[in-house]
């Protein structure tokens, strides 16, 4: 266990570095990703886990350079090369992988600000997040959009004032 906590990060770089980005590529990274975050709630109950994953100043920087390789091919995603599975695949992707940050580097927030802002790449951490998290969210809005490009769906929705009121669901309409 203590191998693999150790080669996981390097070896979904790999991963994410040598094949295409589709479908069965992320589900394999999804996988060793929510693999990592469980070895990292293991880790405080296992000695040699925690100085392996939490400890070791080595290991901590590949997890860093995984989560921001992640968000840059996240943010870069192109909506059109998609399938229908592929919104929810990129979505729990930019989740998953921020929230590797606060399992794996620090779980408080003003400690995690301190250990990227001393990050020499922190600033494409910040464009990759940021472009990631819109394009997942360019995705979400994608479905109720397609409904309401459906008249009687659109019929409805404009009948429903409280829905309306505040005008962002006429924004999607």
């Keep these: 266990m203590e191998k693999l906590a150790g ?8 991963v994410l570095m040598s094949y295409d980005k589709d479908e069965t590529l992320f589900r ?10 469980s070895l ?6 296992h000695a040699k886990l925690e100085q392996i ?29 998609h399938n229908d599975s592929m919104p929810l695949m990129h979505s729990a992707m930019v989740a998953c992988s921020l929230y590797l940050l606060t399992g794996c580097i620090c779980s408080q927030w ?16 910040m464009d990759a997040a940021f472009g990631a998290v819109l394009v997942a969210i360019r995705f979400s809005l994608q479905f109720p959009q397609s409904l309401c490009q459906q008249k009687m769906f ?20």
């Design 53 to 81: 994953l939490l400890d070791d100043v080595e290991v901590t920087k590949q997890l860093l350079d995984l989560v921001f390789y992640l968000l840059i091919v996240l943010g870069g995603y192109k909506q059109e090369t």
């Design 110 to 125: 003003p400690d995690l600000a301190h250990v990227l802002l001393a990050h020499p790449k922190v600033d494409v951490f």
């Design 28 to 37: 394999y990274l999804l996988s060793g990703i929510h693999l990592l975050h």
């Design 7 to 14: 080669f996981l990060p390097l070896h979904l770089m790999a």
């Design 154 to 173: 659109l019929v409805r929705l404009l009948r429903n004032k409280e829905l309306c009121e505040e005008g962002g669901v006429l924004f999607l309409a």
């Design 40 to 45: 990292c709630d293991l880790a405080p109950r």
